[in-house]
T-cell receptor, first 117, second 112 residues
Framework: SAVISQKPSRDICQRGTSLTIQCQVD?????MFWYRQQPGQSLTLIAT?????????ESGFVIDKFPISRPNLTFSTLTVSNMSPEDSSIYLCSVEWDSEGGDEKLFFGSGTQLSVL | AQSVTQLDSHVSVSEGTPVLLRCNYS??????LFWYVQHPNKGLQLLLK??????LVKGINGFEAEFKKSETSFHLTKPSAHMSDAAEYFC??????????FGTGTQLKVEL
């Protein structure tokens, strides 16, 4: 399985500031994703982080608000820019990992609990 | 298009009794279906996955789920609940590409 380290685990930020969340995987993975889980709700895909090219954003999410970097096959960052209280959520990094048997599985980081005051 | 509906937002069982968490899906493709569990302050953990092989899928920690195409259901079951099973459970569908659609979650409470 893939081991994902996500930092920070939680943060409290002021309105108007930005926070960068890091996701480190212990194996090279092709697909990395960023999800948001708003309070009391399910997970929503923000974007697919593409290595060496711009991220692919889902409807309702834009690069200016959620810039993503993917410099290599084991690391990605998500920045939440110009934060407002509505951005208070859990943000999760996810990777698709192929087992030796060819069975693809998704693994998730432990998440970043973000509170915006 | 794809969607998933978890029919119960909260389920409460006594320790040692069976668990049933219900999930219905819709998908334009032959779907892959998953159940994930999220313990407090922990990441999401894959319980089991269905990908058009056997319709009865066995997962970790004694959980299993049965894919029923005629009912478009993928309910999660466990014969005997344990206190450590208390968590939030998500039913997830993947109908094409790598995009997952999550259900709204079912909070499982296990009482003594």
């Amino acid at each position: 399985s893939a081991v994902i380290s996500q930092k920070p685990s939680r943060d409290i930020c002021q309105r108007g500031t930005s926070l960068t969340i890091q996701c480190q995987v212990d194996s090279q993975v092709t697909m990395m994703f960023w999800y948001r889980q708003q309070p009391g709700q399910s997970l929503t895909l923000i974007a697919t982080a593409n290595q060496g090219s711009e991220a692919t954003y889902e409807s309702g999410f834009v690069i200016d608000k959620f810039p993503i970097s993917r410099p290599n096959l084991t690391f990605s960052t998500l920045t939440v820019s110009n934060m407002s209280p509505e951005d208070s959520s859990i943000y999760l990094c996810s990777v698709e990992w192929d087992s030796e048997g060819g069975d693809e599985k998704l693994f998730f980081g432990s998440g970043t609990q973000l509170s915006v005051l | 298009a794809q969607s998933v509906t978890q029919l119960d937002s909260h389920v409460s069982v006594s320790e040692g009794t069976p668990v049933l968490l219900r999930c219905n899906y819709s998908s334009s493709y032959s779907p892959s279906l998953f159940w994930y569990v999220q313990h407090p302050n922990k990441g999401l953990q894959l319980l089991l996955k269905y990908t058009s092989a056997a319709t009865l899928v066995k997962g970790i920690n004694g959980f299993e789920a049965e894919f029923k195409k005629s009912e478009t259901s993928f309910h999660l079951t466990k014969p005997s609940a344990h206190m450590s099973d208390a968590a939030e459970y998500f039913c997830v569908v993947s109908g094409g590409g790598n995009k997952l659609t999550f259900g709204t979650g079912t909070q499982l409470k296990v009482e003594l």
